[in-house]
RNA sequence: GGCCCGGUGGUCAAGAGGCCUAAGACACCGCCCUUUCACGGCGGUAACACGAGUUCGAAUCUCGUCCGGGUCACCA
């Protein structure tokens, strides 16, 4: 043995297999001309983050529209910032969203897939028998180095105003002895294994980002760490050894990655692994007072997943936003294809944009608005108790007490040609809809002010003689226009507008009263949809309140 | 500070040297339609960060300045 093959004995001697057979227990996949292979990596260190269900709506389609597999993996190789139910929280929320998992992690306990373990945490032989190999190649080294020493080296250097970092003739260990590592850790001392980098900061090396485009960097000089003293590996590490392991094509993630991407390359040419395309994919951002930020989960609530959960956001509808935001040309596709599954929108990655974009929710109450008015009423009925279910029990309990009533009131202005857009979360539908709900009915009998109390009495008296729930919508108004001339109205609005002075007010201000008094608020749908509806004795008795309240 | 990336209306953005007198969407405003509010239709306000170059010609190419973002861990 020779004192590299000495070494990797001396810092992992219970490894005993080798990466060939790694390598041949995880062939190349069978894939179709052109199929990507995605996947997300997310680390369960807190809620499913808006960022993280972006990259992984990039990746899932890009791997959709190629045929190709998306997978998830879970990054855990850090177990101080893991928490309790991290992993099914992640993936429940991406279930949630509708994107499918191919393989890996499809829900908090269970995987699938020819390439596992997906877990960081259970590939820990994996990773070791490659940092064998290379320590054998004499490509990476032990460093004995404590966390003050290391910090020594960092004031040192910041005083010579020099690169920071552990490198070049301040990587104390780079050319450690057998001898001397042996002694080491005889005594008992941790140690990492750190990479020999063979990179010179002069040089250069470019790659084609596939959202970016063409970037250069400066070779990767940094001795960076491998794997940590207790034996897991650094994320950089992990990623190049799953990556090419599970057979990755593009790797798609946030774009703070962007400057280890020379570690990554490096390390992709050292292990003699072809590197993947990357992608980096610019962060939804914020404003705060005025300057922008990358958005959130600790200062922005809607940076958490959850939160359009709670505010009843559809699904399809937080998609699709984050489509226009990914895609610039998704919003014409939908426009053009409007009952279209996103999944066959043909995506394209030079076409995100390279610059992060503002999380807008007003932008989002659009587009969920367009897609709710959409909906069957049969289908809002479904959506909407499934939402109240979870968040609203009050309102469950109100909605699903008589499910035919309820869905008859979804109906008014909805299932026909031109739906009305109205509500574009669910949260909004409990006060929205208020007024078709005794328990949650509190009428408000405040007229317009161009409207006298008498008038609107007298004109509600005398409708309530005449009123017929059987009517349709021209009859319904008709009556109404004839009243008016019996208490100085017009009965058509154009006569109001001509001779304004002839006349208290037109039909259409007396539908307004009618309006507050059956459903004491001035802006609703159809209000002879919602009489019918609400039915006779109903409007009567609300009728009456209103004249005796007035 | 070093290294990267970016900068077109309030927001998202189209734009690949002449088609730009700079698209479209959201928001906002006005008008029309109209039983209210919406919807829909029509119209409007509003932008190439700045300065030098290159060129017959620059939003587009180059350089500089400024501004914004990211990153410089035994975190991912």
């Known amino acids: 043995m020779n004192s590299n093959e000495l070494m990797a004995e001396l810092l992992l001697p219970n490894i005993t297999k080798t990466t060939d057979y790694y390598e041949n227990l995880y062939p190349a996949r069978n894939l179709p001309e052109g199929a990507r292979v ?8 807190g809620y499913l983050h808006l960022g993280t269900l972006f990259a992984a709506l990039v990746n899932r389609i890009t791997a959709t529209s190629t045929n190709g597999i998306f997978y998830t993996r879970i990054e855990d190789t850090d177990k101080k910032r893991e928490i309790e139910g991290g992993i099914e929280d992640i993936i429940d929320g991406l279930n949630r969203f509708g994107i499918t998992i191919d393989e890996g992690f499809v829900s908090g306990t269970e995987q699938k897939g020819e390439y596992g373990p997906y877990q960081q945490s259970q590939r820990a032989e994996i990773y070791q028998t490659y940092v064998k190999e290379l320590i054998r190649q004499g490509l990476a080294y032990p460093c004995f180095c404590t966390a003050e020493e290391l910090e020594a080296v960092r004031t040192e ?12 003739k301040w990587a104390k260990h780079r050319d450690i002895s057998y001898e001397e590592a042996k002694a080491l850790i005889d005594e008992g001392k941790p140690f990492v294994v750190r990479l020999k980098s063979n990179g010179n900061e002069e040089n250069k090396i470019i790659f084609e980002d596939t959202i970016k485009g063409k970037i250069e960097m400066p070779e990767n000089d940094e001795d960076f760490v491998l794997l940590k003293s207790d034996g897991i590996p650094t994320y950089h590490f992990a990623h190049a050894v799953d990556d090419h392991l599970m057979h990755t094509t593009h790797v798609l993630r946030g774009d703070e990655w ?18 993947p395309k990357y992608g980096h994919i610019s962060p939804i951002m914020k404003l705060d007072n005025g300057a922008k930020r990358k958005i959130s989960k600790r200062k922005d609530p809607e940076a958490a997943v959850h939160f359009f959960a709670e505010q009843g956001y559809d699904s399809e509808c937080v998609i699709d936003y984050l489509m226009t935001v990914a ?27 390279v610059s992060g974009a503002l999380f807008d929710e007003v932008k989002l109450t659009d587009v969920s608005k367009n897609r709710v008015s959409k909906l069957s009423s049969g289908e809002v009925y479904d959506k909407i108790t499934a939402w109240a279910k979870e968040f609203d029990g009050e309102f469950y309990e109100i909605l699903t007490k008589n499910p035919e009533y309820t869905k008859s009131v979804f109906a008014i202005d909805r299932d026909v040609p031109k739906p009305r857009k109205d509500i574009a979360k669910w949260s909004e539908a409990k006060e929205y809809f208020s007024y078709m709900f005794g328990e949650l009915y509190t009428p408000n009998f405040t007229l317009p002010e161009n409207i006298n109390t008498e008038d609107a009495k007298d004109f509600l008296n005398a409708y309530k003689d005449v009123y017929d729930d059987k009517d349709d919508r021209q009859q319904w108004f008709d009556r109404i226009k004839a009243i008016a001339p019996t208490i100085g109205f017009a009965s058509e609005t154009k006569q109001y507008k001509a001779e304004p002075e002839s006349y208290k007010g ?9 309006r507050i008094g059956v459903t004491g608020r001035r802006n609703t749908p159809d209000l002879c949809s919602i009489m019918q509806v609400l039915g006779r004795d109903e409007c009567i008795k609300r009728i009456d309140t209103a004249i005796n309240s007035l």
């Open 38 to 45: 995605t996947r997300i990596a997310p680390s369960p260190t």
């Open 157 to 168: 250097q910041e005083a010579q105003k020099v690169r920071t970092g552990y490198h070049g």
């Open 258 to 275: 962007i400057s280890s991407v020379p570690k990554h390359i490096q390390l992709f040419k050292i292990l003699g692994f072809k590197p």
């Open 327 to 353: 895609a610039s040309d998704f919003e014409d596709w939908r426009r053009a294809n409007p009952d279209t599954s996103y999944k066959a929108f043909k995506f394209n990655l030079k076409k995100m944009s």
């Open 506 to 514: 037109h039909a259409g201000d007396l539908s307004t009263v009618l």
